[in-house]
């Protein structure tokens, strides 16, 4: 859940601090009652696995472009 609210960046409103931001516990806590009332559990838990598909299949495209990379690199140093 707390994946699904950073993503959807539903504390970014609460932020403190002009060089390192933080948020206040008794925020973090409003935020994510708000969240659990607005949604019941089971759209929760498909969010979060959906997030989940997205960030893996994120992850394969950065290691295909990190090949690519390499295979340019590869051909022009042959």
Do not use: H
């Not at 009652?33 to 979060?48: C, D, G, T, Y």
């Not at 994120?58 to 990379?69: D, G, R, V």
């Amino acid at each position: 859940m707390y994946l699904s609210l950073k993503t959807d960046q539903y504390f970014s409103y609460y932020l403190k601090g002009s060089v390192i931001p933080f948020i206040c516990i008794s925020d973090a806590k409003k935020v994510i009652n708000e969240a659990l009332q607005n949604n019941q559990e089971q759209q929760w838990k498909m969010k979060v696995e959906k997030l989940k598909k997205i960030n893996a299949f994120e992850e394969n495209l950065k290691q295909q472009l990190s090949a690519i990379k390499q295979l340019k690199i590869a051909l022009l140093r042959s």
